[in-house]
């Protein structure tokens, strides 16, 4: 998913520093497998050797980013994404990762589906140490001209309000929900979700695009605390601006599609949560493109 808002980086979102609210431990360990040790950053080569990883809408935009840093960081990563020609593409796309990248047939709107794979991926996997709950839909599929053209949320169907929530936000519940259990019984493993700006949950035409983000960030919360005292973690993940996706209109303009960010800002935060470096961190909401400044902060306050 993307945020498609403003084509540059939004200044003053709060981004999940340490502190009494946002960035506490959680008692337990985040990650297994190695991963950096405290000084050194997810660009220095991290490691990331042995750390099982499930990316929800990897096919493509940040998912297919993400799942691709992490790989790169040595990590085994399912490919979660709906059955069909697109995932054995992205999985036949990552071929020299060899046994390190399998396929994971998941529609996050279906409880059933939803189960499935979490059984299957635990079966394969042996145990899942990062989720990172990304796939969604955006106004796009509401409205295709929503960058020039927004409509007010009292001409948006319900039929469509509910598609856009069944996904970005239901979906973010079902897969949480099934993966959650897994992790608690180990009492290790965090789980990342993929958010926006906050400015774009309110802004004119984006019903129900950002309410239903707005949501998935209400429940991260709710998540967070839910899981603090039993060893899993919770933190938001987003780009900080619009990203070059599949969510983005083909229609918008060269000059405005150049000032995209990339969806490959999301790799260095989302290999740094998977890695041992952030273990004890929860209810953090990293921004992407402000990454390098919230980590410089990160390792300040941890002395």
Same mark, same amino acid.
């Given at each position: 998913m993307s945020d498609p808002s403003t084509g540059t980086p939004t200044g003053g979102e709060a981004t999940g520093a340490p502190g009494a609210a946002a960035g506490t431990a959680t008692g337990g360990e985040a990650t297994a497998g190695p991963g950096?040790?405290?000084? @050194?950053?997810?660009r220095a080569g991290t490691d990331l050797t042995g750390v099982r990883c499930v990316v929800t809408g990897?096919?493509?935009g940040l998912g297919a980013a993400m799942a691709d840093a992490l790989l790169q960081a040595g990590a @085994?990563?399912?490919?979660?994404s709906r059955p069909g020609i697109r995932l054995q593409a992205a999985l036949r796309a990552r071929g020299p990762h060899g046994d390190r990248v399998v396929a994971l047939p998941l529609d996050v709107r279906d409880p059933a589906s939803v189960e499935a794979a979490a059984t299957s991926a635990v079966a394969r996997l042996g145990a899942v140490d990062l989720l990172v709950n990304n796939a969604g839909i955006g106004m796009r599929t509401v409205n295709p001209r929503f960058f020039d053209r927004p409509m007010p949320f009292f001409e948006v169907t319900p039929d469509q309000f509910a598609d856009v929530v069944a996904t970005n936000l239901t979906g973010y519940f079902l897969v949480a929900r099934a993966f959650a259990p897994h992790m608690v019984r180990r009492h290790s493993g965090r789980i990342v979700n993929v958010s926006i700006n906050h400015q774009t949950m309110g802004r004119r035409g984006f019903a129900p695009y950002g309410p239903s983000r707005a949501g998935s960030e209400a429940l991260s919360r709710v998540m967070t605390e839910d899981l603090r005292d039993l060893g899993v973690a919770v933190d938001l993940l987003l780009p900080g601006g619009a990203t070059d996706t599949g969510m983005i209109p083909d229609e918008l303009p060269g000059d405005a599609r150049e000032r995209l960010l990339r969806p490959e800002i999301m790799g260095p935060p989302i290999v740094f949560l998977a890695s041992r470096e952030a273990n004890g961190l929860t209810?953090?909401?990293?921004?992407a493109s402000e990454f390098e400044s919230w980590l410089a902060a990160f390792r300040a306050g941890r002395g």
């Open positions: 950096a040790a405290a000084g @050194t950053g997810p990897a096919t493509s @085994t990563v399912a490919l979660a209810g953090a909401r990293i921004v």
